[in-house]
C-alpha cells in the first residue's frame, strides 16, 4: 500500500498547485485525477479554450471591421471552424502537458481515477473496475465545480449545450439563445457573435454580471448592445421544445406573466456552477456539507474530518481559477506548519470579452450596503492618449477610496487589456495603499493604465486630461 503525506483529489489549478507547493515544502505527493488529462475544467473545458476562441474570434472581427480603417487591406476574412478548434485544441494540449511535467518534476505521483475519502487517513482510488487503498497523513479536496442544471431542459451537449459543449459546436449557430448574463454566458456569446451568430440573452434578474459593479454592468450593456447583443432581463425561460428544424423556447418575466416564444438553433445554460463531490463519500466519512452543498471549512481550511481539508470551488468564495490557486498554496504551507493565508478582499476577477471588464475589491453597492462612507475618482478612455490613437476608447476606470483614510477599497475598469491592468491596483491594495499613492505613482506615457492614475486622482478631483 502506498503511503503519502498527502494526497490531493482533483488537478484543477486549486489541485495541482497544492500539490507543487506541497513537494516544494519536502511532502510526498500524490494527486488523483478522475479524467483523462490534467488540469481540470479551467484547462480542459473552461478558462483556456475560452481564452484561445475569444482570442481567435476577436482577430477574425478585427480583419473584417478594423484593419482597413488603419490603412492595413485585406480582403474579406473566410471562417475555416474546424482550423480554430485546432488552434483552441493545440492550446490545451500545451498547458496539460505542462501540468504533466510539473507533476514529474516535482516527483509527484499521478493516480488515474475515482478518489473516495474512506476516513481519515485513507482514499480509495477507483478505475476500470479495479481500486486501490493509498493512506495518507492528510487529504486535500479540490474537486471543482460542475455547470449547473436547468429544471426541465436536458443539456445534450449538441443543440442544447453547457459551456463544455459551446467550446466544440461544429457549425456556428444561426442564432444561440444564451440562458444567464454571467461572464461565461457573455464570454461565449462574443465569440460565437463575432463569428456571425445572431445572440440574445435571457436573464433571470434585471441586469447583468450579477454581483459586479452596477455602473461598470450598464455601461457594458450597451457596448454589448452596439455589437450586436439583444438582452431579455428580468426573464427565465420555463421550457425548450425541440423540432427538425428550431429549438423554441418559452420565456416568461421573472416577476410572472405572458410567456413568449424564441427560436433559436443552440441554446446555451449558463445559469453558474455548483460544487462537484459526487463519489466522494463526503457524507459516509463524516464531511461536513452546506445548504449549498459546499464542503464546510474552517480559517485553515479544515474541514469536519481530521486531517482532511478542501479548496477552490468546491467551497465558499469566488469561482474563479485563481482564488483555488491561492488556497492550495495557502492549504499546502498551514499542513506543512507554516502560515498559509488568502486576502479574500483583494482577489481580482476578468470578464475576457472587448472590451474586457475587470474588477478587485469592493463595488459601490457593496460600500454602501455596509455604510462605508467613500469618495470616487473616474476616468474614461475617450481621454487616454493611447485609447485615442488606437481608436479603443470604450469603457473607464473606477477608484473607490475610503472617505475618511483615502485607502483603496475598489477599482472597476472597462475597457481594452482591463484584465492585465488590475493588477496596480491588486498589488496596492494588499499593501493597504492609497488613492495618494496611486495617484503620485509615475506612469509611463502613453499607456492605457495611465487611466488609472487619472482616475486615482479624480478621486481628489484633480484630474489632469479631463
Given at each position: 500500500?502506498a503511503?503519502?503525506?498527502?494526497?490531493?483529489?482533483?488537478?484543477?489549478?486549486?489541485?495541482?498547485?497544492?500539490?507543487?507547493r506541497?513537494?516544494?515544502?519536502?511532502?510526498?505527493?500524490?494527486?488523483?485525477?478522475?479524467?483523462?488529462?490534467?488540469?481540470?475544467t479551467?484547462?480542459?473545458?473552461?478558462?483556456?479554450?475560452?481564452?484561445?476562441?475569444l482570442?481567435?474570434?476577436?482577430?477574425?472581427?478585427?480583419?473584417?471591421?478594423?484593419?482597413?480603417?488603419?490603412?492595413?487591406?485585406?480582403?474579406?476574412?473566410?471562417?475555416?471552424?474546424?482550423?480554430?478548434?485546432?488552434?483552441?485544441?493545440?492550446?490545451?494540449d500545451?498547458?496539460?502537458?505542462?501540468?504533466?511535467?510539473?507533476?514529474?518534476?516535482?516527483?509527484?505521483?499521478?493516480?488515474?481515477?475515482?478518489?473516495?475519502i474512506?476516513?481519515?487517513?485513507?482514499?480509495?482510488?477507483?478505475?476500470?473496475?479495479?481500486?486501490?487503498?493509498?493512506e495518507?497523513?492528510?487529504?486535500?479536496?479540490?474537486?471543482?465545480?460542475?455547470?449547473?442544471?436547468?429544471?426541465?431542459?436536458?443539456?445534450?451537449?449538441?443543440?442544447?449545450?453547457?459551456?463544455?459543449?459551446?467550446?466544440?459546436?461544429?457549425?456556428?449557430?444561426?442564432?444561440?439563445?444564451?440562458?444567464g448574463?454571467?461572464?461565461?454566458?457573455?464570454?461565449?456569446?462574443?465569440?460565437?457573435?463575432?463569428l456571425?451568430?445572431?445572440?440574445?440573452?435571457?436573464?433571470?434578474?434585471?441586469?447583468?454580471?450579477?454581483?459586479?459593479?452596477?455602473?461598470?454592468?450598464?455601461?457594458?450593456q450597451?457596448?454589448?448592445?452596439?455589437?450586436?447583443?439583444?438582452?431579455?432581463?428580468?426573464?427565465?425561460?420555463?421550457?425548450?421544445?425541440?423540432?427538425?428544424?428550431?429549438?423554441?423556447?418559452?420565456?416568461?418575466?421573472?416577476?410572472?406573466?405572458?410567456?413568449?416564444?424564441?427560436?433559436?438553433?443552440?441554446?446555451?445554460?449558463?445559469?453558474?456552477?455548483?460544487?462537484?463531490?459526487?463519489?466522494?463519500?463526503?457524507?459516509?466519512?463524516?464531511?461536513?456539507?452546506?445548504?449549498?452543498?459546499?464542503?464546510?471549512?474552517d480559517?485553515?481550511?479544515?474541514?469536519?474530518?481530521?486531517?482532511?481539508?478542501?479548496i477552490?470551488?468546491v467551497?465558499?468564495?469566488?469561482?474563479?481559477?485563481?482564488?483555488?490557486?491561492?488556497?492550495?498554496v495557502?492549504v499546502?504551507?498551514?499542513i506543512?506548519?507554516?502560515?498559509?493565508?488568502?486576502?479574500?478582499?483583494v482577489?481580482?476577477?476578468?470578464?475576457?470579452?472587448?472590451?474586457?471588464v475587470?474588477?478587485?475589491?469592493?463595488?459601490?453597492?457593496?460600500?454602501?450596503?455596509?455604510?462605508?462612507?467613500?469618495?470616487v475618482?473616474?476616468?474614461?478612455?475617450?481621454?487616454?492618449?493611447?485609447?485615442?490613437?488606437?481608436?479603443?476608447?470604450?469603457?473607464?476606470?473606477?477608484?473607490?477610496?475610503?472617505?475618511?483614510?483615502?485607502?483603496?477599497?475598489?477599482?472597476?475598469?472597462?475597457?481594452?487589456?482591463?484584465?492585465?491592468?488590475?493588477?496596480?491596483?491588486?498589488?496596492?491594495?494588499?499593501?493597504?495603499?492609497?488613492?495618494?499613492?496611486?495617484?503620485?505613482?509615475?506612469?509611463?506615457?502613453?499607456?492605457?493604465?495611465?487611466?488609472?492614475?487619472?482616475?486615482?486622482?479624480?478621486?481628489?478631483?484633480?484630474?489632469?486630461?479631463?
Open positions: 500500500m503511503t503519502y503525506d498527502l494526497v490531493v483529489i482533483g488537478t484543477g489549478p486549486g489541485g495541482y498547485v497544492c500539490a507543487v506541497a513537494a516544494q515544502l519536502g511532502m510526498k505527493v500524490a494527486v488523483v485525477e478522475k479524467n483523462a488529462t490534467l488540469g481540470g479551467c484547462l480542459n473545458v473552461g478558462c483556456m479554450p475560452s481564452k484561445a476562441l482570442h481567435a474570434s476577436e482577430m477574425f472581427e478585427e480583419a473584417a471591421h478594423s484593419f482597413a480603417k488603419m490603412g492595413v487591406s485585406v480582403s474579406a476574412p473566410k471562417l475555416e471552424l474546424p482550423a480554430m478548434m485546432n488552434f483552441k485544441q493545440q492550446g490545451i500545451g498547458n496539460v502537458k505542462g501540468v504533466e511535467f510539473l507533476m514529474k518534476k516535482n516527483k509527484i505521483d499521478v493516480l488515474k481515477g475515482t478518489g473516495k474512506l476516513g481519515t487517513g485513507k482514499v480509495e482510488v477507483s478505475a476500470d473496475g479495479k481500486s486501490q487503498l493509498v495518507t497523513k492528510n487529504i486535500v479536496i479540490a474537486t471543482g465545480s460542475d455547470i449547473a442544471r436547468l429544471k426541465g431542459i436536458e443539456i445534450d451537449e449538441k443543440r442544447i449545450v453547457s459551456s463544455t459543449g459551446a467550446l466544440s459546436l461544429d457549425k456556428v449557430p444561426g442564432k444561440l439563445l444564451i440562458v448574463a454571467g461572464v461565461i454566458g457573455l464570454e461565449l456569446g462574443s465569440v460565437w457573435q463575432r456571425g451568430a445572431e445572440v440574445i440573452v435571457v436573464e433571470f434578474l434585471d441586469r447583468i454580471l450579477p454581483g459586479m459593479d452596477g455602473e461598470i454592468a450598464k455601461q457594458f450597451r457596448i454589448l448592445e452596439k455589437q450586436g447583443f439583444a438582452f431579455k432581463l428580468g426573464s427565465k425561460v420555463t421550457g425548450v421544445e425541440a423540432n427538425s428544424k428550431a429549438l423554441l423556447a418559452k420565456v416568461e418575466p421573472a416577476a410572472g406573466g405572458a410567456a413568449e416564444t424564441l427560436e433559436a438553433d443552440v441554446i446555451l445554460v449558463c445559469i453558474g456552477r455548483v460544487p462537484y463531490t459526487d463519489g466522494l463519500g463526503l457524507k459516509e466519512a463524516g464531511v461536513a456539507l452546506d445548504n449549498r452543498g459546499r464542503v464546510q471549512i480559517p485553515h481550511f479544515a474541514t469536519s474530518l481530521k486531517g482532511v481539508y478542501a477552490g470551488d467551497v465558499a468564495g469566488p469561482m474563479l481559477a485563481h482564488k483555488a490557486e491561492d488556497e492550495g495557502a499546502a504551507e498551514i506543512a506548519g507554516q502560515a498559509g493565508h488568502v486576502n479574500y478582499d482577489i481580482p476577477g476578468v470578464v475576457y470579452t472587448t472590451p474586457e475587470s474588477c478587485v475589491g469592493k463595488t459601490e453597492e457593496e460600500l454602501k450596503q455596509d455604510g462605508v462612507a467613500y469618495t475618482g473616474k476616468f474614461p478612455f475617450t481621454a487616454n492618449g493611447r485609447s485615442k490613437v488606437n481608436q479603443t476608447t470604450d469603457g473607464f476606470v473606477k477608484v473607490l477610496a475610503d472617505a475618511k483614510t483615502d485607502r483603496v477599497l475598489g477599482v472597476h475598469i472597462i475597457g481594452r487589456e482591463a484584465g492585465e491592468m488590475i493588477h496596480e491596483a491588486a498589488v496596492l491594495m494588499e499593501f493597504g495603499g492609497s488613492a495618494e499613492d496611486l495617484a503620485r505613482t509615475c506612469h509611463a506615457h502613453p499607456t492605457r493604465s495611465e487611466a488609472i492614475k487619472e482616475a486615482a486622482l479624480a478621486v481628489g478631483k484633480r484630474a489632469i486630461h479631463m
